[in-house]
């Protein structure tokens, strides 16, 4: 009898863990799955803001504005041969 009521109780633990276990890697799964979306939703993100930031708009205003470049005027280029 005793023998059989370890057994029982073994197999209930053992069950017991597994469900345990098996409840652990839904959470586990479920953290992850959230990371990779918030990750997925900056890298969108990030993506329009290089966009915006490489528009050649942009660029020439900065250059224009804050650099004080402008495009040279027909006699102030010269070409070599």
Do not use: C
């Amino acid at each position: 009898m005793i023998i059989v009521s370890l057994v029982l109780m073994a197999t209930i633990l053992g069950y017991v863990w597994s469900h345990i276990h098996f409840t652990e890697l839904n959470y586990l799964i479920a953290r992850e799955m959230s990371i990779r979306d918030s990750l997925a939703e900056e890298n969108r993100r990030l993506k329009v803001e290089y966009a915006t930031l490489k528009s050649p708009g942009r660029i020439e205003a900065i250059a224009r504005d804050k650099l004080g470049m402008y495009y040279p005027e027909r006699d102030q280029v010269t070409f070599l041969k």
